[in-house]
C-alpha cells in the first residue's frame, strides 16, 4: 500500500512539475490568440467604475503595482542564470533581497486585492454586475498571493540561497525545454501549492479578464513609436471642400 502511494505521489510530481507547465504556456498562449481572434470585443476588463469609483481607485491601484513588482521580480530572479550576477551579489543576499522586496510588493498587492474583492461582494450592485469568472479570478489570485506571502517564513530558513537556486534551475529548464523535477521533491508543500495554482494561473489566463494585460501590453508600444498616427475626419472628400463659400 505504501509503495503504491509513494508511486503515485512520484507520478503526480512529475507530471505537475514536467508536463502540466508546457500544457499551462500551451493553452495561454494559444487560447488568447484564439480569444483575440473570435471574440475581440471581450478583449477588455469590464469596468464598475461609474457604479462606486473611491475603492476602486485605491484597490486598483495597490493592486496593478504590487502585481507588476512580483510579475518582474519572478520573472528576472527566476530566469537569470546564477553565472550572471554571481560576482555582483550571493544566492544569499539575492535571496535576502528577494524576501524583503517580495514581502513590500506582496503586502501592497494584498492590500489592493482584499479592497477589490470587498468591493465585488459587499456592493450590491456590484455584484449583480460581475461576472462569476470576475470574482472567481480574484479569489483565485488571493489564495495565490497568501501562499507566496506564507513562503517568505520558509525561505528565510534557508539563509543561504538553496532553495532559491533550486526553484530557478528548474524554471530555467522548462524554458529550455529541459524539465527536470527532481530536485523539487524536497520542497516543502506551500512552495508545491505555490508552483501548481501559478502555472493553473496561465492555464485561466484566456477564459478570464485577465485577458486585458495583453491590451495594457500592446498599449504599451505605443510610448516607442518614431511616428504618430492621425485620423482624419474628412474622408474620401476632394480637396478644398472645407474652403468658405461666396454668397451668390
Not at 543576499?93 to 486585492?113: N, P, S, T
Amino acid at each position: 500500500m505504501n509503495e503504491s502511494a509513494s508511486a503515485l505521489n512520484l507520478y503526480l510530481h512529475d507530471f505537475f512539475f514536467t508536463v502540466y507547465p508546457y500544457i499551462c504556456l500551451g493553452v495561454f498562449f494559444m487560447g488568447s490568440l484564439a480569444r483575440f481572434d473570435r471574440d475581440q470585443y471581450t478583449w477588455k476588463s469590464d469596468s464598475s467604475q461609474l457604479l462606486r469609483h473611491g475603492t476602486l481607485r485605491w484597490g486598483s491601484n495597490l493592486f496593478h503595482v504590487g502585481i507588476l513588482f512580483l510579475f518582474v521580480g519572478h520573472t528576472v530572479g527566476l530566469l537569470t542564470p546564477h553565472a550572471l550576477y554571481a560576482h555582483v551579489i550571493s544566492p544569499a543576499h539575492k535571496q535576502l533581497l528577494a524576501v524583503v522586496a517580495g514581502g513590500i510588493a506582496g503586502a501592497i498587492c494584498f492590500a489592493g486585492l482584499c479592497l477589490l474583492i470587498w468591493r465585488r461582494i459587499a456592493d450590491p450592485r456590484i455584484r449583480l454586475t460581475s461576472h462569476r469568472t470576475d470574482i472567481a479570478i480574484l479569489v483565485i489570485l488571493w489564495v495565490q498571493l497568501s501562499l507566496g506571502l506564507i513562503t517568505l517564513p520558509l525561505s528565510l530558513r534557508h539563509a543561504d540561497g538553496s532553495v532559491m537556486l533550486i526553484l530557478a534551475d528548474w524554471a530555467q529548464r522548462i524554458v529550455t525545454f529541459r524539465p527536470l523535477a527532481t530536485n523539487l521533491i524536497g520542497l516543502a508543500l506551500p512552495y508545491k501549492i505555490h508552483m501548481v495554482l501559478g502555472m493553473t494561473i496561465f492555464l485561466l489566463f484566456p477564459f478570464s479578464r485577465l485577458v486585458h494585460v495583453w491590451s495594457g501590453l500592446a498599449s504599451v508600444t505605443y510610448l516607442f513609436r518614431p511616428y504618430q498616427l492621425v485620423r482624419s475626419r474628412r474622408l474620401n472628400l476632394p480637396p478644398g471642400h472645407d474652403r468658405p463659400r461666396r454668397a451668390p
